[in-house]
């Protein structure tokens, strides 16, 4: 009787276990999937710059600075000032072998030309060329300045008795930037400023220079941002 009673109770064991409903076990919701960051360089140029110009011309060395801002796709406004030595084209420096400095014969003024300019700057093939060759051709115009002051005097005496002509001009060029890094600008212009003076003024006595127009070759030095 016994061993009836426990078979019994085995049997409707089983069969209550066999009955009870299977529920699927949800994922694991420990686990996040992120999507893949994209690990190719940002070269695409920013909006603004701003950097030195290192210039050398035909008349020598010059220094200045720049400003751009994107106005549409591929165009931007520029802002540049600058300031270089102007010299006659006969001009021939001697060095005195005895105090060891340059003179120039007949010259009577030293000139610096500070044009400051507003322009243009278009971005060329920009569909075509990869980001780290940007070329572009650009153009200007505004306000010059040529300060004369009096050669072979002390620097002190020379610029205090200096004088400023005022006239205006432009400029047009084409260059290229360099790289990929999106924060730095790095990159080299040619261009050609066209200064003309109402006033002829002196470099070498008696030869009043009326026409500034000088080609120089850029290098650009700047952060994007």
């Given at each position: 009787m016994?061993?009836?009673?426990?078979?019994?109770?085995?049997?409707?064991?089983a069969?209550?276990f066999a009955?009870?409903?299977y529920v699927?076990t949800s994922?694991?919701?420990?686990?996040?999937?992120m999507?893949?960051?994209n690990?190719?360089?940002?070269?695409?140029?920013?909006?603004?710059?701003?950097?030195?110009?290192?210039m050398?011309?035909n008349?020598g060395f010059?220094?200045?600075?720049?400003?751009?801002q994107r106005?549409?796709n591929?165009?931007?406004?520029?802002?540049?000032f600058?300031?270089s030595?102007?010299k006659?084209s006969n001009e021939?420096?001697?060095?005195d072998?005895?105090?060891?400095q340059?003179?120039?014969?007949?010259?009577?003024?030293?000139l610096w030309?500070i044009?400051?300019m507003?322009?243009?700057?278009?971005?060329?093939?920009?569909?075509e060329?990869?980001?780290?060759?940007?070329p572009?051709?650009?153009?200007?115009?505004?306000p010059?300045?040529?300060?004369?002051?009096?050669?072979?005097?002390?620097?002190?005496?020379?610029?205090s008795?200096g004088?400023?002509?005022?006239g205006?001009?432009?400029?047009?060029?084409?260059g290229a930037y360099?790289?990929s890094?999106p924060?730095?600008?790095l990159?080299?212009?040619?261009?050609?400023?066209?200064l003309?003076?109402?006033h002829g003024?002196?470099?070498?006595?008696?030869e009043?220079?009326a026409?500034?127009?000088?080609?120089?070759?850029a290098?650009?030095?700047?952060?994007?941002?």
């Amino acid at each position: 009787m016994t061993k009836t009673i426990a078979l019994s109770l085995l049997l409707l064991s089983a069969a209550a276990f066999a009955q009870q409903p299977y529920v699927a076990t949800s994922p694991d919701s420990q686990f996040t999937y992120m999507p893949v960051r994209n690990l190719q360089p940002d070269t695409a140029e920013r909006a603004n710059a701003l950097g030195l110009d290192l210039m050398i011309g035909n008349s020598g060395f010059g220094a200045g600075f720049f400003y751009k801002q994107r106005i549409a796709n591929n165009l931007s406004w520029t802002a540049s000032f600058s300031i270089s030595e102007a010299k006659a084209s006969n001009e021939i420096a001697y060095y005195d072998p005895y105090t060891g400095q340059k003179f120039v014969p007949g010259k009577v003024n030293q000139l610096w030309v500070i044009p400051a300019m507003l322009g243009l700057q278009y971005r060329l093939f920009s569909d075509e060329i990869t980001d780290s060759f940007r070329p572009y051709i650009f153009g200007g115009l505004g306000p010059d300045v040529v300060f004369a002051a009096p050669y072979n005097q002390p620097l002190s005496y020379s610029f205090s008795h200096g004088r400023g002509y005022f006239g205006g001009g432009a400029y047009i060029g084409l260059g290229a930037y360099f790289g990929s890094d999106p924060n730095s600008l790095l990159g080299v212009s040619i261009r050609y400023y066209i200064l003309p003076m109402k006033h002829g003024i002196e470099s070498m006595q008696g030869e009043p220079m009326a026409n500034f127009n000088s080609f120089f070759i850029a290098f650009n030095i700047g952060t994007q941002y």
